[in-house]
């Protein structure tokens, strides 16, 4: 089975939506490279998130652990503390002149990505990261969508769009989730980096504008400045906090980079502009230590060529 196929796993919806298949990521473009069309939306009419079972209110303060595996997992929730009381040591443990809180996450580029908390089969929820790749189409770690310790499939996936501690730009769960086939095969370790791809459906429209998912070429890779935003377990999983370095190497799915990175950034795009006027996802973040280097898994011009649309079927 190739690297680059693909496997998709519908989820149940508080009010189940039928028959919508998983929307094209292909885009009609102008010669400026402007979205001319858009994939289609399906009807969600009274349909609320607050209403899944699983939904967590994102402006309740997170209780974070990570785990042995460097999974960030949330125990708890609560509304009487705030995060400087949740983490006043990891704070201020961490220090790097390229690590930011992005002040305003409804601003552009920073409105395309989101927090994801994810709810498996033995009950447990894992915080993480995600970014728009389309109106409703979200790029994250395989690890945030499928997990064999914790019984395979996520129930639940809630996106949470440009979420800043209360405030967000809409929040949403998803109704198809999709990764790279071999992640789901009990002979593959979870932390390689190289299959650890997924990617979502929203059941609604969160889009304040979206990345795009490319293949880019190894020359414009190498030596490339790129950033990274998410959710660090540090900063209490409810702040956007963006990070910038370089690509060190390179091969067809996986780059290597030095951008310093903490726990709960899993799933967060590999962006940069490559010398062009738009943002460009090359890669979805994986793993790495608390510090540098880390790892991302590639698109590479098969799985570009799927989330273009190619394999939509599968």
Request: glycine share 8%.
């Amino acid at each position: 089975m190739s690297s680059a196929d693909f496997l998709c796993h519908d989820l149940t919806m508080p009010r189940r939506i039928q028959n919508f298949d998983f929307p094209s990521s292909r885009r009609e473009l102008n010669e400026e490279g402007d979205a001319l069309t858009q994939p289609p939306l399906p009807d969600v009419h009274g349909l609320k998130v607050e209403d899944h079972p699983d939904f967590v209110d994102p402006s309740f303060v997170y209780h974070l652990i990570e785990d042995e595996h460097r999974r960030v997992r949330l125990v708890d929730v609560s509304k009487d503390r705030d995060t400087e009381q949740m983490y006043p040591e990891d704070r201020y443990s961490y220090q790097s002149s390229t690590w930011r809180r992005v002040d305003n996450t409804f601003e552009w580029p920073y409105r395309a990505n989101g927090s994801i908390i994810s709810t498996f089969p033995d009950g447990n929820k894992y915080a993480g990261t995600g970014t728009l790749i389309g109106n409703l189409q979200v790029l994250t770690a395989g690890h945030n969508v499928f997990s064999i310790r914790n019984g395979g499939w996520a129930r639940a996936i809630q996106f949470t769009a440009a979420h800043d501690e209360g405030k967000n730009l809409g929040k949403a769960f998803a109704v198809r989730a999709c990764v790279i086939s071999d992640w789901t095969s009990q002979q593959v370790p979870e932390r390689s980096p190289e299959l650890d791809m997924a990617v979502f459906l929203l059941n609604n429209n969160v889009g304040n504008g979206y990345f795009l998912a490319s293949w880019v070429p190894d020359p414009l890779l190498q030596l490339q400045t790129i950033t990274l935003a998410g959710y660090p377990k540090a900063m209490g999983g409810r702040q956007l906090w963006e990070t910038t370095g370089r690509i060190t190497q390179v091969n067809n799915e996986k780059v290597v980079y030095d951008a310093f990175t903490l726990a709960g950034l899993s799933g967060a795009a590999v962006f940069s502009t490559f010398n062009s006027q738009y943002y460009h996802a090359c890669a979805t973040h994986v793993s790495g230590p608390n510090g540098v280097p880390n790892y991302g898994c590639r698109i590479s011009q098969e799985r570009h060529a799927w989330l273009m649309g190619d394999q939509t079927g599968v």
